[in-house]
């Protein structure tokens, strides 16, 4: 029986639980300071000049770096998805100007944290305010203050993307029907339970830099900072403890790590900074925040012919670490799953002094679900179908996948199988019947339907590189048998709370023929395991990094087999590996174990085959030929109060399919975790600015996240397309939640409310927006009254 | 998020805090720390001193005699959930409890604690008013009692003066067949109240409503209650109506704020509905307690 597919409990659990867990807040090392960050209160300022006398002068502080104090040479914090944009240069403290609130400006290092942070009110900024703009139709306006003036920018546009597929403009004019939808998505962000931290230490001796980093970009963080201090890769070793959650936000090079390192250089000590719960609603990536326009043709049959988006995103004050890439994909992906021939999208990227925006789970995708999802919901009113119906009609069938869709090719799978599924789950549970029911009896009750795909398995490194993107896509992997039959395998990607070293020992273990409790997996230190093209997201860990694991085990077992043959006089061909011990199918014995093979290797070259190298360790690469496009189906049962806008999830039905599963409680947990957070952004979070920039929200009061109270237990339900371009069939599940969950919970209050008639197209969507949707609606209706009368 | 330097001091007795509260000129007393240590690390407070009510004696009782139920100052919210005998002299106080937060902050936070802080969307100022409740004040020169609809003065502003020290609240026991409920429409749970009402009523033999109250939070920068409510319902058969008709008129009566969870119209509408249905929860309760 094999080990993926198999339900195993975590193996990180027992000490994640019970507090054990090392994070970076709970590093010491010796003589080690801590460090404060003092940030603009402004979104846009000139700093005239900065005094830090004070600060130096007050016992326990060891250093106060400002923007003067960089080195000359330093280079900008780094862009790695360059998808044609200009250039937003920022330092890691702000050099003579800021363009938002929450931007670095100065870091003290004292003895501790108290002290950093008194110290650091004692600095004195001459501050020269400036127009700011915080809104990002207002920053479109002509006569907007424009934030890269000093570079002489004519506008706010940092970038636009176009892309056209088909016959566009024939489409609509053949169209039976035309629907035009504006969306607006909230700013929200990857909020986690243990926000950031660095601790760095220099060794002047050898000019080398440790740096203990929350990230889930191991070897990109090391690259990237060895690029901004001019200093070789390899002087620099970043390690990753553990990490209480990540999700796109430490997907991220920040100034910090930059600041941090220079602190303790100029120190002399060990720093340690762990971003504080306020600083992180600023300091942390913003994520999310689009305005759309979207116009679907359709024949009168249901048949969509054409779509054409014009996608705005606010960008905040820079293009952080991945560019406008989630925007970029929101662009690339308004065809969703459909068999849609024609498209035109537009995407500009539009900066506004705001914290920049950057990655979270589903890196655009949510909001292209959003769009493309309650868009095809109203065409379906509009059209008199039913919403299963048409997207039924216009799924592509399976038959005709692999197949180019607007920028993509979507690989495998059968949609129509997995929506069937769904709804037949909702029949089972009784909920068109009940719904029924609890209207009559005066009560709003309504069910909401999305359908996602996923782009995954992140990705064919030449494609990466030709859209732009300076990294690869590639995973290495290194499998090592020990002197005792255990096995290490060492990996690029970062264990950071989903699991992965639990999956990989699974996928190991199955190719050696050996227990998953005999495999160690070794994470986060750039000193011991191989590079990774991308780092720990886009699904990529379990996928990408699962064949590299696969295929380096492979060439593990390859060994073995031959040194086993050797001692067991046999054709290793005519050898199995079962439970760590080799011998030759159908006859257990003789055997040798994993223990007699690893003692040969390294111990007993005598019993080696003649000419082999003693050592049994291998590392392999995989570069996957395509994404794989993992799918599913979101169907939510919602109640609405509608007298005080309060809405309760009554029922959350998930059916999917992510290729081969490795551990489906793993699994369920990331999508019952994603879909948390596609709640969360339906119904709760939100990041609001005020026109000129200044934030709206300071702490957990204002950005609301759901908690286990608000949240329904998901039902799941798994089928299987294995990917037919990953080796092992694995398409990747880790953003999968997140993607279809907001439209599903939208559409849902949305039919709850239908005896209003309101239109939901903004989110989040929250007890006091229903009262004004539900008399927003009314008056609608009076005026139509009136206009009819 | 950490606090500036400050000095803490530990009284065991209620005369020696007294005494530290007087002497200097900004010391801030700690009870469950729940509201003042976040205001600590945000470094919004900058007291010179903590007086840390912890190790007093005396304030942490829970006495009923004559009529009164009088709760010390540091008795944990939590017991209001789980004192039973608590429960049933005064079950708005149950009602409400619920609502605070979480468990970990209720067994934290302390009954003074909130009443002190005068939250304008916490739960407990709202349900002693409705409750009619005073609230026990000791200073230099002995003991005082506020009545709960003149302690709250503002967002954070009570009666208490410097050098004084809220050491009890008392309310009065509610009588056997009354009925109560405290309804809160809040962003999650435990969430502070967007809104919320606290109303009792008990009915007499005939049907009709012998006596009622009625708190609300998160209505403006201080709870409110309507003096009007027993001229407007008591001797009245308790009905929907009855009780739409209430909240129709708190609606228009309060003053609450904007914010970016809901505007002043949202919440008074807001109010309005759970004005009613608190008042018709709580009816409903007295006519099961009473049959």
């Not at chain 1, 990857?190 to 970009?217: F, H, K, M, P, Y």
């Not at chain 1, 959003?370 to 379906?380: H, Q, S, W, Y």
């Not at chain 1, 061909?573 to 390294?602: C, F, N, Q, W």
Request: glycine share 10%.
């Amino acid at each position: 029986m094999s080990w993926v597919g198999r339900r195993m409990r975590r193996r990180e659990d027992g000490e994640l639980l019970t507090g054990q867990g090392r994070f970076v807040g709970d590093l010491s090392r010796p003589g080690m300071a801590h460090a404060a960050f003092l940030r603009s209160p402004f979104p846009n300022a000139r700093i005239d000049s900065i005094d830090v006398s004070a600060a130096t002068a007050m016992p326990g502080v060891h250093a106060v770096l400002t923007g003067d104090d960089l080195p000359a040479d330093l280079a900008p914090q780094p862009n790695t998805h360059l998808f044609g944009e200009r250039e937003t240069p920022y330092y890691a403290l702000a050099r003579g100007r800021v363009r938002y609130t929450g931007e670095p400006v100065a870091v003290v290092v004292a003895d501790s944290p108290y002290i950093a942070e008194d110290a650091r009110d004692e600095i004195v900024v001459d501050w020269e305010p400036l127009p700011s703009v915080g809104d990002v139709d207002r920053a479109l306006d002509d006569g907007a203050p424009v934030v890269y003036d000093d570079l002489d920018w004519p506008d706010n546009v940092c970038a636009t993307f176009e892309k056209e597929i088909g016959d566009v403009d024939r489409a609509f004019e053949e169209a039976d029907l035309v629907v035009t939808e504006r969306y607006r998505i909230q700013r929200q962000f990857a909020c986690s339970l243990e926000t950031r931290g660095v601790l760095a230490e220099w060794d002047a001796n050898v000019n080398e830099l440790t740096l203990w980093t929350s990230s889930q970009i191991l070897h990109i963080a090391r690259d990237l900072l060895a690029q901004v201090l001019g200093l070789p890769e390899h002087r620099i070793r970043v390690l990753v403890p553990r990490i209480g959650g990540g999700f796109g936000a430490k997907f991220h090079f920040y100034p910090e790590e930059t600041a941090i390192a220079l602190a303790a250089r100029a120190s002399g000590r060990p720093v340690r900074w762990v971003e504080d719960r306020m600083e992180s609603f600023l300091a942390t990536v913003h994520a999310r925040e689009q305005r759309a326009e979207i116009s679907m043709a359709a024949l009168a049959d249901g048949t969509i012919t054409g779509v054409k988006g014009e996608i705005v995103g606010d960008m905040g004050a820079a293009m952080h670490t991945v560019g406008y890439g989630p925007l970029w994909l929101t662009s690339v992906m308004l065809t969703n799953v459909y068999e849609i021939p024609s498209a035109r999208v537009r995407a500009r990227a539009v900066v506004t002094n705001k914290t920049p925006l950057g990655s979270y789970r589903g890196w655009g995708q949510p909001q292209a679900n959003f769009i493309v999802e309650r868009t095809v919901d109203r065409l379906a009113r509009e059209l008199g179908i039913e919403r299963e119906d048409l997207r039924r009609r216009n799924f592509i069938p399976p038959e005709r996948l692999p197949r180019k869709s607007l920028h993509h090719t979507l690989d495998s799978g059968d949609y129509r199988a997995c929506l069937d599924r769904a709804l037949e789950l909702l029949a089972e549970r009784g909920w068109r019947q009940r719904q029924a029911e609890l209207r009559a009896s005066g009560r709003y009750v309504g069910i909401g339907i999305s359908f996602y795909t996923e782009n995954s398995a992140l990705g064919p490194s030449r494609m990466l590189n030709e859209g732009g993107v300076q990294q690869g896509g590639y995973d290495i992997a290194r499998v090592r048998v020990e002197p005792g039959g255990e096995v290490t395998v060492y990996t690029g990607i970062c264990e950071m709370g989903q699991g992965i070293t639990n999956a990989l020992a699974q996928i190991c273990a199955d190719t050696l023929g050996i227990d998953p409790d005999q495999i160690t997996v070794v994470t986060g230190d750039t000193s011991q395991v191989p590079y990774t093209g991308y780092g720990t997201g886009a699904s990529r860990g379990a996928a990408v990094g699962g064949a590299a694991v696969a295929r380096a085990a492979t060439a593990v077992r390859a060994k073995v087999l031959r040194i086993a043959a050797h001692m067991l006089e046999a054709n290793e061909h005519d050898l199995v590996i079962e439970s760590g011990r080799i011998h030759v199918k159908g006859a257990p014995e003789p055997a040798v174990t994993m223990a007699d093979v690893g003692r040969a290797a390294y111990i007993r070259a005598i019993e080696l085959p003649e000419g082999e190298d003693p050592g049994i360790e291998e590392i392999r690469a995989f570069d996957p030929p395509q994404f794989a496009w993992p799918y599913g189906a979101n169907i939510v049962v919602a109640e609405v109060d509608v007298e005080t806008g309060e809405v309760s999830l009554l029922d959350y039905i998930y059916v999917h399919d992510c290729g081969t599963i490795i551990n489906p409680t793993i699994v369920e947990g990331q999508i019952q975790g994603g879909v948390a957070q596609g709640i969360g952004a339906a119904l709760f979070e939100s990041l609001p600015y005020d026109e000129a920039g200044q934030p709206l929200f300071a702490t957990f009061m204002q950005y609301v996240l759901p908690t286990a109270a608000e949240l329904p237990s998901v039902v799941i339900e798994h089928q299987h397309t294995p990917s037919p371009n990953i080796p092992g069939g694995m398409k990747g599940v880790g953003e999968a939640g997140a993607i279809g969950s907001p439209a599903a919970v939208v559409a849902a209050i949305e039919d709850a409310l239908s005896p209003f008639a309101v239109r939901i197209n903004a989110t989040p969507v929250t007890p006091a927006t229903i009262l004004e949707l539900i008399a927003d609606a009314a008056a609608q209706r009076r005026e139509k009254v009136v206009a009819g009368a | 998020m950490k606090p500036p330097r400050f000095e803490y001091s530990a009284p065991t007795s209620v005369d020696e805090a007294l005494e530290i509260l007087g002497r200097e000129e900004d010391a801030t007393p700690i009870a469950g720390g729940q509201s003042l240590v976040p205001l600590l690390n945000m470094r919004m407070a900058k007291p010179s001193v903590i007086v840390d009510l912890n190790g007093v004696e005396g304030l942490d009782a829970v006495e009923a005699d004559d009529g009164r139920v009088r709760i010390g100052a540091m008795v944990r919210q939590r017991r209001l959930e789980t004192d039973a005998e608590l429960r049933a002299r005064v079950p708005l106080l149950f009602d409400a409890a619920r609502h605070i937060a979480h468990v970990a902050i209720r067994t934290r936070g302390t009954v003074g604690g909130s009443l002190a802080h005068a939250d304008p969307a916490a739960e407990l100022p709202a349900a002693v008013a409705a409750l009619d409740g005073r609230l026990v004040v000791r200073g230099p020169d002995g003991e005082r009692a506020v009545a709960a609809t003149d302690f709250f003065l503002g967002p954070l502003m009570s009666a208490l003066d410097h050098g004084e020290l809220l050491v009890a609240v008392e309310v009065d026991p509610s009588p056997p067949g009354t009925g109560s409920a405290f309804l809160e429409v809040a962003r999650t749970h435990g969430a502070f109240a967007l809104t919320a009402a606290g109303a009792t009523v008990r009915l007499g033999a005939d049907g009709a409503i012998a006596a009622a109250g009625l708190g609300l939070t998160g209505v403006g920068s201080i709870p409110y209650v309507p003096e009007w409510l027993d001229e407007v319902v008591v001797g009245e058969a308790p009905d929907a109506s009855l009780f739409e008709r209430v909240g129709a008129r708190v609606g228009t009566e309060i003053k609450p704020y904007d914010d970016i969870h809901g505007s002043a119209d949202y919440r008074r509408r807001a109010a309005s509905v759970l004005t009613a249905r608190a008042l018709a929860a709580a009816a409903e309760r007295s006519r099961n307690e009473v049959a």
